[in-house]
């Protein structure tokens, strides 16, 4: 059994990873938002003024609440599971 200041130590660094992963899937977050927001601006732009067809903005939109969908369930997916790690932290802790 580890001491107790290399338990606290190895807590330190699994959250710093935690942090790491949430980081990384903030990053991937943010830019769904924004291929989100391009896809409904093009899509409303480009029909307001004729350049594309009802289908075609359709499309559009489906495809960028696609992006959003797949953007969005990383993000819950990984602070979920970090929730649940850190809950167990301190209870180790108590």
Do not use: C, Q, W
């Amino acid at each position: 059994m580890p001491k107790k200041s290399d338990l606290k130590e190895i807590m330190y660094l699994e959250i710093e990873k935690s942090r790491i992963n949430r980081e990384k899937s903030r990053i991937v977050l943010n830019k769904s938002l924004f291929l989100y927001v391009l896809f409904m601006l093009v899509g409303v732009v480009g029909f307001v003024s004729d350049y594309i067809d009802s289908n075609m903005l359709n499309i559009l939109i489906i495809a960028g609440i696609v992006v959003l969908v797949l953007g969005t369930v990383p993000y819950l997916l990984i602070t979920h599971k970090e929730e649940k790690k850190i809950n167990n932290f301190l209870k180790e802790l108590k």
